[in-house]
């Protein structure tokens, strides 16, 4: 067997004491090891040098680890390229979110534990060969098959005949996708449904609490593993998709200054945090949000002498929510002004403060918020008078009361009328959890495990929502769906709830007669936004036909 190639692993901290004690600690693994005493030293060896594995200090004086692994992240080469970062100080779970964000994979605390990180920076080596490997076997498949096109090039019922089977293959590659992302999804949806269910009951052992929310951290992080499975092209161009949820303002701001305090308060500056008098609602992305104001307020400390002042104010204009940061620092000159997001722009201090950041953080940002529908601008009235940023955002606008005829009708707890649902699902777990949910939070829920039943206690109950799950057996979701638009009321309103998510699928599910389409598992929140939302479309509508209410207390009728 032909000895293996070594593969290079780049050692990056500012201690050499602590690259001494790496190399020592990785030396037994046989592979390259290479030391660089910064951040900046550390990508002028990606420029040159081929790398497999980062393992780098998060705390570093020029250019720390969470800013080093973004700019790492942007290079085409190093899109994919394993980044472990090594922190002496606890880190918190928001800490280990920005990490996740600018590009780690792991983490090793301090002290470390030489057979952990061994164990660690192997694994990723050995990813990284088995992926050479694979490469190489798939560069010889693909000139087998460019020889056997060549061959078949010269008889065209035989250039035919392959045209047709590489369209089928493909088709089978998209159907085998769509059904292994359906049946991860149904196991996915009731772990979801029953972390949402013990949150809505009190623990009183932390270790069971603690449990829960692993659960559910790990149910949402295997979701996102099986969209990315689903939406390859997102992944080979690097972008980045919004995992939008509701979130109150307060905990935006809270979450950026958590991030940001250590570096404000290293420079003595004093920060003021003004907020609204009213709990104010955004529907976006929480990380990227905390990482716009974050990055602002960075922003402030960085360009000012220490001891300073910061002011972040927010408040509500209407329909926006206007969040400005104000410091007192060094400005921007006017032929600055128009170049501040432009990527890598350095501005007006690049050399008289050399620790001011590459010029990524305000490009991000610009990106950032016009993905969440916003804008962002910034005015100063020159060097030495300081900057104002001021970002604009959409704000999650809370919905109007509704007409009512009904008297005291019984709630979910959170205001909303409690609503008669049918849940159908042939997946027993997935359909008993989401049940007990909807159920625990107020509402009075009916099950179907198939379509004839289905159909039937929609004619015959009438109930304002249809959960209904597509791969049923026998008749499949969408004939069940066209039957009760067929034979029950119209103001009954059906959702798909369902493992496919392709857009294919939620084209079927709209021409069926669907009003909406969600695909497992839902997100709790999103799920109780949606039956408030429909639950009301359902009342107008049988409001606007001159039917009655119905009382869920006495099932009395109520004109």
Known sequence: MEPREKVNILLVDDQPGKLITYEVMLAELGENLIKANSGREALEVLLKTEITVILMDVSMPDLDGFELAEIIRQHPRYKKTAIIFVSAVHMSDVDRLRGYASGAVDYVSVPVVPEILRAKVSVF???????????????????????????????????????????EADRRKDDFLALLAHELRNPLASL????????????????????????????CHLTR?????LDVSRITQGKIALRRE??????????AVEISRPYIDTR????????????????????????????????????????????????RDEDEVIFVIKDCGFGISSESLPRVFDLFAQGDHALQYPHGGLGIGLSLVKSLVGMHGGTVGVRSEGLGLGSEFTVRLPCQLAA?????????????????????ILVVDDNQDAALSLALFLRLSGHEVMLASEGETAVEIATKSAPEIVFLDIGLPGMDGYEVCRRIRAQ?????????????????????????????????????GELLRQVAYFGEKSREARLAAGKPTVDRVDEKVTE
């Open 125 to 167: 080596v050995e990813l990284y060969r088995q992926t050479r490997e694979a490469e190489r076997l798939n560069r010889e498949l693909e000139e087998r098959v460019d020889r056997r096109t060549a061959e078949l090039q010269q008889a065209m019922s035989k250039q035919v005949d392959l045209s047709r089977q590489l369209r």
């Open 192 to 219: 979801r449904n029953a972390a949402s269910i013990m949150s809505l009951k009190e623990i009183d052992d932390s270790e069971l609490v603690w449990c829960r929310d692993m659960v559910d951290r790990q149910t």
């Open 225 to 229: 593993l099986v969209d990315d499975l």
């Open 246 to 255: 509701s979130i109150n303002l307060a905990e935006i701001v809270a979450g």
């Open 268 to 315: 003595g500056h004093e920060l003021n945090v003004t907020l609204p008098d009213q709990p104010v609602m955004l529907h976006g992305d929480s990380a990227r949000l905390i990482q716009i104001v974050a990055n602002l307020l960075n922003n402030a400390a960085k360009f000012q002498n220490e001891h300073g002042r910061i002011e972040l104010t927010v408040e």
């Open 400 to 420: 109007e009361p509704a007409t009512t005829s009904r008297v005291n009708a019984p709630t979910n707890g959170h205001g909303a009328p409690a609503l008669r």
């Open 488 to 524: 029950g009321p119209e103001e009954i309103r059906i959702i798909a709830m369902t493992g496919y998510g392709q857009e294919r699928d939620r084209l079927r599910t709209a021409a069926a007669g669907f009003d909406a389409h969600m695909v497992k598992p839902v997100e709790p």
